[in-house]
């Protein structure tokens, strides 16, 4: 809960810095409502099971919603990042871009599966939780199929949701943020 904690307002601070609360509300809104979804379906069809001791809000721990929040701003943040370096414009409907969302779409799918991977480890190491499901190639105790598809989903429609309103809105310009070009510039 402090880890997701601390990097949610961290980036909640960098999101409200560079857009708007209320923008930064509507990325928040449909986070929750794909992890909450996705976990949900996870675990009544008994393919995720959390450690029972975790503080929960609709049958999915708190800590797992505020790490699915901070790993999507992140994933955000970053392939946002990866576009200011290139110089490149976020997507618009008005010049009808939609390779070009798709590809980001995807690149945010793949970001999150590479955090989660790694996370998924630790979860399982530590016993938050566990797959119950069986696989031929597993990795680390972990399925690492489906864990990978996982994390693609939640990153693809969890940001995706935020990206298609920005992209139907046409909001094409990224911020000029110092951390953009700290970091990739």
Same mark, same amino acid.
């Given at each position: 809960?402090?880890?997701?904690? /601390? /990097? !949610? =307002?961290?980036?909640?601070?960098?999101?409200?810095?560079?857009?708007?609360?209320?923008?930064?509300?509507?990325?928040?809104?449909?986070?929750?409502?794909?992890?909450? +979804?996705?976990?949900?379906?996870?675990?009544?069809n008994?393919?995720?099971?959390?450690?029972?001791?975790?503080?929960? /809000?609709?049958?999915v721990?708190?800590?797992?919603? +505020? =790490? #699915?929040?901070?790993?999507?701003?992140?994933?955000?943040?970053?392939? =946002?990042?990866i576009?200011?370096?290139?110089? $490149?414009?976020?997507?618009?409907?008005?010049?009808?871009?939609?390779?070009?969302?798709?590809?980001?779409?995807?690149?945010? *799918?793949?970001?999150?599966?590479t955090?989660?991977?790694?996370?998924?480890?630790?979860?399982v190491?530590?016993?938050?939780?566990? #797959?119950?499901? +069986?696989?031929?190639?597993?990795? /680390?105790?972990?399925?690492?199929?489906?864990?990978? +598809?996982?994390?693609?989903?939640?990153?693809? !429609? *969890?940001?995706? !949701?935020?990206?298609?309103?920005?992209? !139907?809105?046409?909001?094409?310009?990224?911020?000029?943020?110092?951390?953009?070009?700290? $970091?990739? *510039?």
């Amino acid at each position: 809960i402090v880890f997701g904690g /601390f /990097f !949610i =307002t961290y980036y909640v601070i960098i999101h409200v810095y560079l857009y708007d609360f209320l923008t930064t509300l509507k990325l928040i809104v449909a986070i929750l409502f794909v992890c909450l +979804l996705y976990d949900n379906i996870l675990i009544n069809n008994n393919l995720y099971k959390y450690n029972n001791l975790l503080l929960t /809000f609709l049958e999915v721990p708190v800590a797992a919603i +505020l =790490t #699915w929040i901070a790993g999507i701003f992140q994933t955000y943040h970053f392939n =946002t990042g990866i576009l200011y370096a290139k110089g $490149i414009k976020k997507p618009t409907f008005a010049k009808k871009e939609y390779s070009k969302l798709l590809l980001v779409l995807i690149a945010d *799918g793949f970001h999150l599966t590479t955090v989660g991977v790694i996370m998924e480890f630790y979860i399982v190491k530590y016993n938050l939780g566990n #797959w119950r499901v +069986l696989s031929d190639f597993e990795q /680390f105790d972990l399925p690492i199929w489906y864990v990978s +598809l996982s994390y693609f989903v939640v990153g693809f !429609i *969890g940001s995706g !949701i935020y990206r298609v309103v920005e992209f !139907i809105d046409n909001q094409a310009d990224i911020p000029n943020f110092n951390g953009y070009k700290n $970091i990739f *510039g």
